[in-house]
């Protein structure tokens, strides 16, 4: 029987991960994950499931364990400390990957963030200069990843922006950063209605992000065919970019806010309103202000592995999400200027 180990598995991915592996394969299931009382998707009395129960930091408690398994998908990590960051973004992969058995080893699959990538896939520069701590240690990792002897059995994965769970709790995953936000954004719709900012992006749901891992996970591992890479091979998960303008035009749609006429939020303005308003940006922000559009060719959904998008568009999202909805608004009233 396939032994994969998950880590980060009482997370939002890590959740979605390890219920989709649950249902579609027959492997055996080690997930790591520091409190199980926050493991809800997810039977812990499951016979094919076995939890460890332990920080990443303290690696060496599973190398036992670490030596049996087949298959990794590490999706654990750490931001805001910078010296957690460290640890456990750079360090602990580090001696995660020593205590692996190479013979039994068939893959891989590590989790970074499509910020550390320009749009062709390659290692973005700014990343490692200036990013936030988390950033930085996801660029650094990347890097030596990429030299590493097990390079060629590494898939790394980068998602976009993700939404997972429901707004209201309601859901057995945990809610993601992003569904959380969205009431909080919600708010703001008042405001937003008003502005037109030149930008894009790509978003995922944690429920497609698990399909395309274990799509990965539970087929033979194959060396790195990708374009202009070496032997780790990039994957970055989202569903086709998006623009600012449509996903407030989306959100106004589902909130009943009429939509205005637009003022353009060009850079200059924007860098003209940091000057006078007391915003503290660093130097990560300011690069994102000038980038604006956060979009990567090629970009992977479930359908490049034979499998189906779950949340293909930002409305579906929207509904899986839980946050009310409460229809088309009537067209903004025009107003005479002669009045």
């Known amino acids: 029987m ?9 997370g939002c991915v890590g959740q979605y991960v390890s219920r989709w592996l649950l249902d579609h394969s027959d492997a055996e299931l080690l997930l790591w994950l520091r409190d199980p009382a926050k493991l809800t998707a997810v039977p812990a009395d499951h016979p094919r499931i076995r939890l460890l129960v332990g920080d990443l930091r303290d690696t060496d408690r599973f190398a036992q364990e670490l030596a049996s398994v087949n298959r990794v998908i590490h999706t654990a990590t750490a931001w805001g400390d910078p010296e957690r960051a460290e640890q456990v973004n750079v360090v602990a992969v580090k001696r995660m990957l020593a205590l692996l058995e190479p013979s039994k080893l068939e893959q891989i699959i590590y989790f970074s963030t499509a910020s550390v990538l320009d749009r062709h896939l390659r290692p973005l520069p ?5 990013g936030t701590e988390y950033i930085q240690t996801k660029a650094r990792c990347l890097r030596d990843l990429e030299q590493h002897p ?20 309601t859901s057995p995953f945990p809610t993601s950063y992003l569904t959380e936000g969205l009431a909080e954004v919600s708010r703001w719709l008042w405001l937003a209605r008003w502005l037109r900012v030149d930008a894009s992006f ?22 790195n065919r ?36 637009g003022i353009p939020l060009w850079p200059w303005l924007i860098e003209t309103l940091i000057r006078v308003l007391p915003i503290e940006v660093n130097a990560w922000d300011r690069f994102s202000i000038r980038q604006r559009h956060f979009i990567h060719d090629p970009v992977t959904q479930p359908e490049r592995f034979g499998g189906s ?14 946050l009310p909805n409460r229809g088309t608004p009537r067209p903004a009233r025009k107003v005479n200027a002669s009045t």
């Open 2 to 10: 396939t032994r994969i180990l998950v880590t980060g598995a009482s």
């Open 309 to 322: 998008s779950h949340a293909p568009d930002l409305a579906t999202v929207l509904s899986d999400s839980g």
């Open 202 to 223: 790509h978003f995922i749901h944690a429920e497609d992000i698990a399909r395309i891992c274990g799509l990965l996970a539970t087929r033979p591992h194959e060396p």
């Open 126 to 130: 700014e990343a490692l200069a200036y």
């Open 150 to 169: 097990l390079a060629s059995k590494i898939v790394a994965v980068f998602p976009t922006l993700v939404f997972g769970g429901r707004v209201d709790g």
């Open 226 to 261: 990708e374009p202009g890479q070496g032997a780790l091979r990039r994957v970055v998960m989202g569903q086709p970019a998006i623009s600012v303008n449509d996903t407030v035009q989306t959100l106004c749609r589902w909130r009943g806010v009429a939509r205005t006429p």
